[in-house]
């Protein structure tokens, strides 16, 4: 029997888990909750492994009949997955770009053991801009070819290396999010400045390993903006969209094209765009890790996703393409 670890960072008990989470508020707690239990409900239902999953005394109880597992005390979190990891085969890590979260724990584990992306991968997709002129020079659409263009009439500032929407601001024209950029960025937080897209904001779920990059579903994701620009995540509607008709068709293209410009995207990995009435879809930032649009996606695909993330990492191992 295979061990396999779970641990999402939010519910996961480490010490610097919980100083994440005291700033994360309630809702990506809860959405960090829901993207643990859905990974360990689908592991579950796999005979050949025994699951265990990373918890706190608020993230109680853990999907019967998965073995709770708790850091010690003052262990941070990369201690605890590095020491995680030596026990199982297989280790799943739910966890934000955000100040090299997820990559310090890729870090800690054996890439033979890690389900997911590689370090090089995460280092390029925990920045936004970095990310868009990687993709723009391999010929794809983002908010870069928007930034002279006429139409441009708004401007969105947010972290360089954030996750769920948050501290992202809209601004009506770009000197005033000039000004905030300049404002958080001279207070040490590394920013990102964007043309704002029109259209129908969405994001992609794909199963990616080696030369192979699968669409499994297209997501309608909700965003709101209140009265000062401010934007939050909402939610999101898990495969929304049909992939047989032709805007399936395109972003099946789409995904396959930044599969190949992202070579180390592996497992679960999600994008968001905006479908812009004109240009068709453009990329607003690369996810190399679970998103909230795992939760209910394997039953909605009458899939088991988890045992397919599996064994593309043994396939890819099997061929030297960790």
């Known amino acids: 029997m295979k061990r396999i670890f779970v641990y999402e960072t939010l519910s996961g008990g480490a010490q610097a888990a919980e100083a994440e989470d005291r700033i994360a508020g309630d809702d990506l707690f809860a959405a960090g909750l829901a993207m643990r239990n859905a990974i360990a409900a689908d592991l579950l239902l796999l005979d050949d492994y025994e699951v265990s999953v990373a918890t706190c005394s608020r993230a109680m109880p853990v999907p019967a009949p998965a073995r709770p597992v708790e850091p010690k005390e003052g262990e941070s979190a990369a201690d605890f997955v590095a020491r995680q990891s030596d026990a199982h085969h297989l280790v799943w890590v739910v966890a934000p770009e955000t100040d090299g979260v997820l990559a ?5 584990v054996d890439p033979a053991r890690w389900l997911g992306c590689d370090g090089p991968v995460i280092a390029l997709a925990s920045g936004k801009r970095s990310t868009l002129l990687h993709l723009a020079e391999a010929g794809i659409a983002t908010p870069l ?16 290396d954030g996750a769920g929407g948050l501290a992202t601001r809209l601004h009506a024209d770009r000197e005033a999010a000039c000004e905030d950029w300049s404002q958080r960025s001279r207070a040490g937080q590394p920013m990102a400045i964007e043309a704002w ?14 030369g192979r990059t699968e669409l499994l579903s297209i997501n309608r994701q909700q965003i709101a903006i209140d009265a000062e620009g401010g934007l939050s995540y909402e939610g999101v509607e898990v495969n929304a969209l049909p992939l ?22 592996r497992g679960f990995v999600g994008i968001d765009l905006v479908w812009h009435a004109q240009r068709g879809p453009v990329i607003i930032e690369v996810n190399p890790r679970v998103t909230c649009a795992y939760v209910g996606l394997s039953q909605a695909l009458g899939r088991n996703l988890a045992a397919e993330v599996i064994a593309s ?4 191992a099997a061929h030297g393409d960790l």
Do not use: I, Y
Request: overall charge positive.
């Open 145 to 160: 070819a928007f930034e002279h263009a006429r139409e441009t009439a708004r401007w969105v500032v947010k972290p360089d």
């Open 104 to 108: 310090r724990l890729q870090a800690c």
């Open 244 to 265: 047989a008709d032709a805007c399936g068709a395109a972003l099946n293209a789409l995904a396959t094209r930044v599969g190949r410009s992202m070579t180390g995207l």
């Open 313 to 316: 990492h043994l396939r890819d």
């Open 197 to 210: 897209v029109e259209g129908q904001a969405l994001s992609l779920s794909l199963l990616c390993s080696a």
